[in-house]
Nanobody, 126 residues
């Protein structure tokens, strides 16, 4: 049974930092690209950032480039999202996802992912 479990969400002040973690089990982690998506109330789920499984290439949405950093530790079956300079607009439920693909086309799109976590709430106060 594949499981993706996010942690690290919470309440943070604008301008602050937060680090999310996603622990994966039930799959060969090193052969899956990993991504983070988010969904704010009343809005559609959107791509945030992804990292490929084959060469570690990273893909960032324009809204988070320069502020967020994705990384992975294959030995720990964990992917991280370091979020700096947080803004109230970053408030959302953040979802971890796993993809069998490696190209930007699929890693940057919702339908390119095969497994999803339950999400963790990130709230940024002004």
């Amino acid at each position: 049974q594949v499981q993706l479990v996010e942690s690290g969400g919470g309440l943070v002040q604008a301008g602050g930092s937060l680090k999310l973690s996603c622990a994966a089990s039930g799959l060969t982690f090193s052969t899956y690209s990993m991504g983070w998506f988010r969904q704010a109330p009343g809005k559609e789920r959107e791509f945030v950032v992804g990292i490929s499984w084959n060469d570690g290439s990273t893909y960032y949405s324009d809204s988070v480039t320069g502020r967020f950093t994705i990384s992975r530790d294959n030995a720990k079956n964990t992917v991280f999202l370091q979020m700096n300079s947080l803004e109230p607009e970053d408030t959302a439920v953040y979802y971890c996802a796993a993809s069998r693909y490696s190209s930007n086309y699929f890693v940057g799109r919702q339908y390119g992912y095969h497994y999803w976590g339950q999400g963790t709430q990130v709230t940024v106060s002004s």
